[in-house]
């Protein structure tokens, strides 16, 4: 018990490790962009995209989706409206098109097979209705 004892202990010292950086990594660049003063970071407008989630739409399959073409974005509900906030990597303009193709393939829900009720026209918050 004692030799196996003392090889479990570098063992436990990486796990702890290992947890401990994971942990700090969600604390500190977390989900949520909010600074010290606990309110919310926004990022250079000229780089962000704001999207209302329509009803009918569950704001994870967008979130989703965006997370798996490399976008950062993030959901807020001011006021009960659901908007997801999408930093582009470029600026706005550059990613604005891709951006919408997304949004627009996502789905209203995470069942595969329900590809119904798709939003007829994907219009950021910054756009005008024509």
Do not use: N
Not at 37 to 44: A, F, I, M, Q
Not at 101 to 124: M, N, S, W, Y
């Amino acid at each position: 018990m004692g030799g196996s004892g003392l090889a479990l202990i570098p063992v436990l010292i990486i796990v702890a490790i290992a947890l401990w950086l994971l942990f700090s990594g969600v604390v500190f660049a977390g989900g949520s962009r909010t600074g010290r003063s606990g309110k919310v970071l926004r990022p250079d407008p000229a780089h962000e995209l704001r999207y209302q989630v329509p009803e009918g739409q569950d704001p994870v399959v967008v979130l989703t989706a965006l997370h798996q073409r490399g976008y950062d974005a993030v959901l807020e509900e001011p006021e009960g409206r659901r908007i997801i906030d999408v930093t582009c990597p470029e600026d706005k303009d550059h990613d604005r098109e891709d951006v919408r193709h997304v949004i627009a393939g996502a789905g209203t829900t995470l069942d595969e097979k329900d590809r119904t009720g798709l939003p007829q026209q994907v219009r950021f918050l910054d756009e005008q209705a024509a």
